[in-house]
C-alpha cells in the first residue's frame, strides 16, 4: 500500500492541476489576471528547474530517511511504541519542522532573498503553487526534509503519507478555489485549508510572516502565528515586485541576487 501511495504521487500532483485549473476556469473564486495565459506560462516556466531539482533531492531525502531507519537513527527509533503510533507521530512532528523551517525562510534575510520568489505573485492560482526558486526548494526539501527526518527517525511510510496528503493540498491553497463555507471552517480547525494559507499571501507583511503551517494549522494556532482577515480582503503578492517585467522567468530567477527593499527597511531599522 505504501509503495502504491509512493509511485502514484506524480499522478496525484498532475491530477490535482488539471482538476483545480479546469475549477478556477469555470467557477473563479476571486478575480483573474488580467493576462491568464501569460500568468500560467511564467510561473510553470519558473518551475521547471524547482521541479527537477525537486525529483533529484527527493530521492536524496528516501535514502537519508532509509539510512537513519537503518542505523535506528532519530527520535522514534529511541522509543519502543506501536508502529501506527511512530507514523502519527512522526507526519505531526515533520509538519512542525516545516513550520519552523519555513519560519526561517522568512526571518533569515538570505532565505528570504529566494522565498521571496514565491511571494511575489499578485494573482494566486494552481501554478502559484510550483513558483519556487530552485535554491528555496533545496533549503525546504533537501537540507530540511533530509535533516528533520533523521533527527525525527522518520519512518518511510509518515513520510510517503505525508507527501500524499501534502500534493494536493499544496495545489488547493494557492488555486483559485475555495471550499464550501461550512467544510472550510471545519476543515482549518486542524489543515492548512486554501482559504487559512491565502492570507499568508498578502502583501501586508504581518500577514506574509503568518499562516507558516504546510498541512496542519495547528502549529500556527499554538504559536499564535494567524489571523482572521479573510482572502478577498487582501492584496497578494510583494511591493518590490510591482512591474510587468519583474515576474518574467529569467528576472524571478535572478532576482535573489538584486536589491531587496524589504532587507533595506530591515537595515535601515537597526
Ligand atoms: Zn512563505
Do not use: M
Given at each position: 500500500m505504501i509503495e502504491f501511495l509512493g509511485n502514484i504521487q506524480p499522478i496525484i500532483l498532475l491530477f490535482m492541476l488539471v482538476l483545480m485549473y479546469s475549477i478556477e476556469?469555470?467557477?473563479?473564486?476571486?478575480?483573474k489576471p488580467d493576462r491568464p495565459a501569460q500568468h500560467y506560462k511564467r510561473n510553470y516556466g519558473t518551475s521547471v528547474i524547482s521541479f527537477v531539482v525537486n525529483a533529484l533531492m527527493g530521492a536524496i531525502v528516501v535514502m537519508a530517511i532509509v539510512t537513519a531507519n537503518h542505523k535506528q537513527i532519530g527520535l522514534l527509533n529511541l522509543v519502543n511504541i506501536p508502529k501506527y503510533a511512530k507514523i502519527i507521530i512522526g507526519i505531526l512532528l515533520f509538519d512542525f519542522g516545516s513550520y519552523l523551517t519555513h519560519n526561517l525562510q522568512h526571518r533569515i534575510p538570505l532565505l528570504w532573498r529566494f522565498h521571496r520568489v514565491h511571494h511575489s505573485d499578485f494573482h494566486l492560482n494552481s501554478s502559484s503553487s510550483l513558483r519556487f526558486h530552485p535554491v528555496d526548494v533545496i533549503v525546504s526539501q533537501c537540507i530540511y526534509q533530509s535533516l528533520g527526518a533523521i533527527v525525527i527517525g522518520l519512518p518511510v511510510s509518515a513520510f510517503v503519507i505525508y507527501g500524499t496528503i501534502a500534493i494536493p493540498l499544496l495545489i488547493m491553497q494557492h488555486s483559485n478555489v475555495?471550499?464550501?463555507?461550512?467544510?472550510?471552517?471545519?476543515?482549518?480547525?486542524?489543515f492548512a485549508t486554501p482559504c487559512w494559507h491565502k492570507i499568508h499571501h498578502s502583501t501586508e507583511q504581518p500577514l506574509t510572516d503568518s499562516h507558516y503551517g504546510d498541512v496542519f494549522s495547528l502549529w500556527d494556532r499554538l504559536f499564535?502565528?494567524?489571523?482572521?482577515?479573510?482572502?478577498?480582503?487582501?492584496k497578494y503578492g510583494l511591493?518590490?515586485?510591482?512591474?510587468?517585467?519583474?515576474?518574467?522567468?529569467?528576472?524571478?530567477?535572478?532576482?535573489?541576487?538584486k536589491n531587496n527593499q524589504r532587507l533595506l527597511d530591515?537595515?535601515?531599522q537597526e
Open positions: 476556469n469555470i467557477f473563479p473564486y476571486l478575480e475555495r471550499l464550501p463555507q461550512n467544510v472550510e471552517r471545519v476543515a482549518c480547525l486542524i499564535g502565528t494567524w489571523g482572521y482577515t479573510k482572502p478577498h480582503e487582501i511591493d518590490e515586485f510591482k512591474s510587468n517585467e519583474q515576474h518574467q522567468v529569467w528576472y524571478l530567477l535572478k532576482s535573489p541576487v530591515d537595515q535601515r
